[in-house]
């Protein structure tokens, strides 16, 4: 039986060594030639960089994935970071001290181009590829280590292959400095300090990973320490390790939370949230782990207090049957929010104008020629059936709307609402239609392709809003 235990080990070992095994072809002097070659950034190098991070910036600020992976493709970043993890595996102290100078000065240069560019671009609008730079999570972890552990691997091997940029891309050091720039440029520290965080954890993790094989491929130590020390380091490294991980696996935990939220609170709004007489337009969630809040944004017929009352205790009830070991949140409950009726005053003026309109066009068409006065009745009918509909049915709820135009539209501050009858011919024959118009005014002075942006949002919205293709938003 240990003849045949033993034989079976034996077998084992030569799987492993045949399938998983990369010991064979290493090459251990080319491996630390390539990497202390390119810590250094100066000249040539330093140039790339800046370029790299200039186009990583246009990527993030267009919000264009493959412009992002070609800055990461041509990145040298890689180099002193793997030349950190090299030096702490072998002992070499002189190299750590050059690695550590270097990835300061490549931090500062990306750091000071992408302020620079993110300062003087017209683009302004926080894109998604931006975005998912500002709040790393523990999965960002693993694939700083993951890839790390392939490209030494791939980067040590006699034969070289397609790896390395691989490894570029799915570690991502470019984007999460230039995001870091664009904090730095509109003052939102939040966003700095979370995309540097994430470019810290992937520098540290590649470096980890670049030690670990080190190690295990036995690459020549450069200065030997006794055990006593090493003992001291491996300790400091394990704490340094901790301390880097622990706000991840908090966020990535918060995430996860969140998430579950978000699902509960969704599948209460699809099944719950509909209310006969009003319309559900718009919802928003807001979550903490103290108080969580589903706002609920509705027009029509006011909402009896019972309703929203009986709604928030069915979505209590909901929340508590979804609860796990860990809570959610402490608090979760639902906030309706609806306007009042239409402002009179406003509704007045309105009537008055299209009063004057009607009279106006009235006397335009005992003005046309003798076929246009044939149809005057017809005209005439059509104006009056358009006033009545326009003061009974087609009146908006200005006060409410003001209100929803503020929560999507904040670059908004006053708008105003009119309607327009443009007069056009066809075949001799006169033709009226009644366009809603929206005057707008802006809270300050933004660029123009800003400005144009938002009066083509809220013209859209607008449209889909009130279920009406005429809608005209301008500006004023």
């Known amino acids: 039986m240990k003849t045949e235990f033993k034989h079976f080990q034996i077998a084992i070992k030569r799987l492993y060594q045949n399938i998983l095994g990369f010991e064979e072809g290493t090459d251990i002097d080319a491996t630390i030639e390539g990497i202390q070659k390119d810590i250094a950034f100066r000249g040539h190098t330093a140039w790339i960089l800046i370029f790299s991070i200039l186009i990583a910036s246009i990527g993030l600020n267009v919000n264009s994935t493959a412009v992002i992976i070609g800055a990461m493709l041509i990145s040298p970043l890689m180099g002193p970071i793997l030349g950190i993890g090299l030096s702490i595996g072998t002992n ?9 100078k270097n990835i300061g000065i490549a931090i500062s240069i990306s750091l000071i181009t992408s302020t620079l560019y993110f300062m003087v671009t017209p683009l302004d609008i926080e894109q998604s590829e931006l975005l998912a730079r500002t709040k790393p999570t523990f999965l960002d972890v693993l694939i700083a280590l993951l890839g790390g552990l392939a490209g030494i691997i791939a980067g040590s091997r006699k034969e070289k292959s397609n790896v390395i ?103 209460f709004i699809k099944q719950h949230a509909s ?28 909402i009896d207090k019972n309703v929203v009352q009986n709604m928030d205790y069915k979505f209590k009830q909901l929340f508590d049957e979804n609860k796990s070991v860990i809570p959610l949140t402490k608090v979760a409950k639902i906030k309706v ?11 007045s003026k309105m009537t008055e104008f299209k009063n004057d309109l009607r009279i106006k066009v009235i006397e335009d068409l005992y003005n046309r020629n003798e076929e246009v006065i044939r149809n005057k009745d017809q005209k005439i009918t059509f ?83 009130f279920d009406n293709e005429k809608i005209k938003v301008v500006e004023y």
Not at 92 to 100: A, E, G, H, M, V
Not at 208 to 221: A, E, N, Q, W
Request: charged share 20%; glycine share 4%.
């Open 383 to 465: 104006l009056e059936q358009e006033v009545v509909r326009l003061s009974k049915k087609d009146t908006l709820p200005l006060t409410h709307l003001s209100k929803e135009i503020k929560y999507h539209f904040p670059d908004i501050g006053k708008f105003a609402y009119s309607k327009t009858v443009e007069v056009y011919t066809v075949n001799d024959t006169i033709y009226y239609d009644t366009v809603p118009v929206f005057l707008i005014e802006f809270t300050k002075q933004y660029k123009y392709s800003h400005r144009k942006q938002v009066i083509s949002k809220a013209q859209n919205w607008l449209k889909v809003r």
């Open 275 to 302: 209310v006969e007489g009003s319309e559900l337009i718009s919802s928003k969630i807001e979550y903490s782990d103290t108080l969580s809040v589903v706002n609920l944004y509705y027009i029509g017929d006011e």
């Open 165 to 267: 940029p691989g490894v570029a891309i799915a570690t991502a050091l470019m984007p999460p400095l230039c995001t870091a720039g664009y904090g730095l440029a509109n003052l939102k520290f939040e966003y700095f300090f979370g995309a540097f965080y994430l470019f810290f954890i992937n520098s540290v993790f590649i470096s980890l990973s670049t030690f670990l094989i080190v190690r295990y491929l036995k690459f020549p130590v450069k200065e030997y320490v006794n055990s006593e020390k090493m003992k001291k380091y491996r300790t400091i490294l394990i704490a340094f390790l901790i301390l880097t991980v622990t706000p991840s696996v908090i966020i990535f935990f918060n995430v996860i939370q969140e998430a579950r939220f978000n699902v509960i609170a969704d599948n």
């Open 337 to 347: 929010h609806q306007g009042s009726n239409n402002d009179i005053d406003i509704e």
């Open 92 to 100: 070499d102290y002189d190299t750590l001290i050059r690695s550590l």
